[in-house]
């Protein structure tokens, strides 16, 4: 009895032991890379950024410059939208949202889009998706320059009825074999343009990574 | 103990990909590029080595009763640890690879060398069957990354950049221009169609080899038989 308590003992002994080096090694590691990891991590977001909104058009720090908030009606899916605001002087010169088209082919697709003072787009981009690849995968920077057709667009230019892909009647490319993917984009991206234009003084003067929606 | 015998064992004879064929997830889901199965393959040696040199130092006062827990905590430790390495130096790679980092512990490779090998041997023929069985993993990854970058897109090493920096957009290959694209291998049944083709390339060698050495000892030689 006492030797079966003593062996479970030592065996409980040797897997805490186990643990402990595994967590010691772990809390080295983490010392030694957490900031290089942050600095990565605001490294490859500044440069995502900086390819909407570029760095000389602003002269504050645009990743600490931000709030987010809800709102089903423009960002439909209990999506959280994150709004980076670029000024130069102070002066409101874009907002870059980070938010999703919900109704993706294979789920909701990732998107930056940039849009400037005057309410034209200065960008948009996308960051994560799941399309097929092969067809609707052209929305990647890398595989093609459909996402760049939204640069200088806005909510009138094209009207209203031209914010659609070409098979739905409007004004923007659709890929082959993939029209779902396309529509999504624009839909989100025209719903994001009436954001702004219904909240934009809201969304410059929100002080920064306050949680609360804008208010009207 | 042979070290030769374990290198052909890992690279060829027992290799976990086209043979034993464990850890199949990993192999079949991240094997899309060339550089993708390089990245993959390179964490995965790189925990072999860690895990069965760590499994060997610490195998006398592992009891067996939980000898299967102390290794996966050992395993979890070291894969946690690449993770962290590789999000503060390959950033950009880690964004690709994603999900199948951690996953590296689920690979089921990882646990059997552990309990086949390093628990009964010495730290070095542990660490060298670690990175022979990584290095053997890695073969067959970058194998099948090839086949399919090659089939479905007509490159290779693209985006060679997220592992070499800038001096990997020299290597970047168009292998076929203008090719349309041939999605079926880029897709998850592509890795399986591809993985078939590799073990029949695989099993057609060893067959064509044993069939040479079996003339060779049939027939008599002309110098014997004179």
Known sequence: MNGRRHSLLRSAASLGLVALAGTTLLAGVHRLTADRIAEQERRAMLSQLSEIVPTERYDNDLRDDRFTFRDEQHFPGGQTVTAYRARLDGRPVAVILRFAAPDGYNGPIGLLAGIDADGRLAGVRVTAHRETPGLGDGIEIEKSDWIRGFERKSLNSPPPAGWQVKRDGGEFDQFTGATITPRAIVEAVQRALQYYESHREALFATPRAATERPAK | ?226
């Open chain 2, 1 to 226: 103990m042979n070290y030769g015998q374990i290198w052909i064992d890992g690279l060829w004879r027992q290799n976990t990909g086209l043979v034993v064929l464990l850890g199949l997830c990993p192999l079949l889901a991240v094997s899309n590029t060339v550089v993708n199965a390089v990245g993959l393959g390179l964490a995965t040696t790189l925990t072999l080595l860690a895990s069965n040199l760590a499994v060997s130092l610490a195998r006398h006062w592992l009891r067996p009763e939980i000898r299967i827990p102390a290794y996966v905590l050992i395993i979890a430790s070291v894969v946690t640890a690449i993770q962290l390495l590789m999000q503060a130096w390959f950033h950009d790679l880690y964004r690709v690879l994603g999900i199948f980092i951690p996953l590296i512990v689920t690979n089921c490779a990882i646990i059997g060398r552990a309990e086949a090998f390093a628990s009964r041997n010495r730290p070095l023929p542990a660490a060298i069957d670690g990175l022979a069985t990584g290095l053997g993993f890695l073969l067959a990854l970058v194998a099948l990354g090839a086949l399919r970058e090659l089939a479905g897109r007509g490159t290779l090493f693209s985006q060679a950049r997220l592992l070499f920096g800038e001096a990997g957009e020299a290597l970047q290959l168009t292998v076929v221009p203008g090719h349309p694209g041939f999605l079926l291998a880029l897709l998850p049944p592509g890795a399986f169609i591809g993985l078939g083709l590799l073990i029949a390339g695989r099993n057609w060698l060893n067959a064509r080899r044993s069939a040479v050495q079996a003339i060779r000892v049939n027939a008599p030689s002309p110098e014997r038989a004179a």
